[in-house]
């Protein structure tokens, strides 16, 4: 300790172990024979498992570093559900990389750095450091949805992806800069208690703080109408670097969301709730609506991420404890299943190369378990009984109905149901229509994949059959948010 600072560097351990696996994996990328560099993505995903394990160790302890980060049950949640997340991208980028890229560990490296990046925005207590870690995740990911350079469509991704990435970051950062004005502090604690009196001389400097900040992160979450990059950096982008883009992406900007505005925002909630109920109301609905138009899988899946962030911008918009934990719990059903969706699309396109929606066609004849996990995903996804989306979203609706919020329950219920049609649209390919002619033969699925998707099937049915343990273990985190 010195002067009342806490600066015990043991708190990051899990962080210096993972930019440790980051020199590893470069390294081993230079000299290991070109034949063997597909065991990098064992590599990788071990150790970020390994970092995961690691973090286990600071369950139940609250401590911070120098009040920028701190270190609690709501960290560590999120250490640990980031990097299972970058194991699971890893392990099912194997072949995709070997097949793909020239080189694979630059590929592992950004993968287990955003990592690092997405941890901090859930960790921080000031507003430099949400940023700087922000801007670690988004840099590290404009190169991965670039990463096929000899692919014209991620190039294009990739540049749309990085233009309109660093105008949100802009004005992000100019909102910051209005909320230090106001308050004199990038400290949450010290913002909030300095909004806590009368802010009617700083009124509008106020609202056009909220309003460049929630712009910012709502490009960083995909929300309406700062959606723009998303069915394209989707479709151009490597399909794991999509699969990793619709789910780490989404939890590490929802992470902070939930830190920044319960810890240094919550005291004006009224001056800006409005606007995060406008903006969840029209992402459910044009996500939803749009969604049943596409005719290629990763924009089907982009637009249906854009339905889901507004499910889950509804918790922001009546932010409490209880709304919190609902969300939180969501969106962890969320990247289960959607994670096993793109599992299924990775080994598919690993083996036929195509990924339109009719590319589907026959998939429970020639890949029988791939078919059946697609199919209870996408369940799970429309909030169907039994699986994970459905006991997860009537957490999060009822929470968001007992803030008062009626309207925005019953526009998450219509555009539930309007997800199911697109949902089935996809299933149909894979349960009715045959295989096209000459290609009856049942498909070699790698073990590997096959076990990947049931291992995240289960997970769907876990959450969906008893979520009463996991929800203790988020509702335990966030009450770290409202302390």
């Not at 498992?49 to 139940?60: D, E, K, R």
């Not at 009719?358 to 078919?371: C, K």
């Not at 219509?414 to 002619?437: G, K, N």
Request: glycine residues 10%; proline residues 3%.
């Amino acid at each position: 300790m010195t002067g009342g600072l806490n600066y015990d560097y043991s708190v990051f351990i899990p962080e210096f172990f993972l930019t440790g696996l980051v020199v590893a994996v470069v390294a081993l990328d230079l000299y290991v024979p070109e034949v063997k560099k597909i065991w990098l993505s064992y590599v990788a995903a071990a150790g970020l498992a390994a970092a995961a394990a690691i973090s286990l160790a600071w369950i139940n302890k609250e401590t911070d570093f120098a009040r920028i980060v701190a270190i609690d049950n709501y960290t560590t949640y999120f250490r640990v559900f980031f990097m299972a997340t970058g194991a699971v991208v890893c392990l099912a980028s194997g072949n995709l990389v070997q097949d793909k890229f020239r080189h694979p560990g630059e590929y592992y490296a950004l993968i287990i750095l955003s990592t690092i990046g997405a941890v901090g925005m859930a960790a921080s207590r000031e507003l430099m450091t949400a940023y700087l870690s922000l801007e670690l995740l988004s840099f590290s990911l404009y190169v991965l949805v670039s990463f096929g350079k000899y692919d014209p469509r991620s190039n294009e991704a990739g540049l749309k992806y990085l233009l309109l990435g660093v105008f949100s970051s802009a004005m992000f950062l100019y909102g910051l800069s209005l909320i230090y004005g106001i308050t004199g502090s990038t400290y949450y604690g010290v913002i909030a208690d300095g909004l806590s009196g009368n802010t009617a001389d700083f009124s509008f400097a106020l609202l056009m703080g909220l309003v460049l900040i929630i712009a910012g992160l709502g490009f960083k979450v995909a929300a309406v109408p700062f959606h723009m990059w998303t069915p394209d950096a989707y479709e151009g982008a490597p399909v794991a670097i999509t699969a990793y883009l619709s789910t780490t992406s989404k939890a590490a900007g929802f992470a902070l969301l939930l830190r920044l505005f319960g810890g240094a925002f919550q005291v004006v909630h009224d001056d800006w709730s409005w606007m995060i109920a406008g903006i969840a109301a029209a992402t459910m609905l044009l996500g939803n609506l749009v969604a049943l138009q596409q005719h290629n899988i990763k924009r089907l899946m982009a637009y249906s991420s854009i339905g889901q962030v507004g499910y889950m911008l509804m918790g922001i918009a009546g932010l409490s404890h209880d709304t919190a934990s609902a969300l939180v719990l969501h969106m962890t059903g969320y990247m289960v299943s959607n994670m096993a969706i793109f599992v299924v699309i990775i080994a598919w396109y690993n083996l036929t190369g195509r990924e339109e929606i009719t590319d589907f066609r026959g998939m429970r004849e020639r890949a029988p378990l791939l078919a059946g996990v697609l199919a209870g995903a996408l369940f799970s996804l429309a909030g169907l009984p039994l699986f994970a989306g459905f006991v997860t979203k009537f957490i999060l609706f009822q929470a968001v109905t007992n803030a008062g919020y009626f309207w925005l329950a019953g526009i998450a219920v219509v555009t539930s149901v309007i997800s199911l049609y697109y949902y089935l649209v996809v299933m149909r390919q894979a349960f009715v229509e045959a295989p096209p002619e000459g290609e009856e033969t049942i498909l070699p699925v790698p073990m590997l994949m096959n076990g990947l998707a049931a291992a995240l099937m289960l997970g769907v049915f876990y959450v969906g059959l008893y979520p009463q343990q996991l929800f203790d273990a988020v509702d335990n985190a966030t009450s770290f948010l409202f302390v």
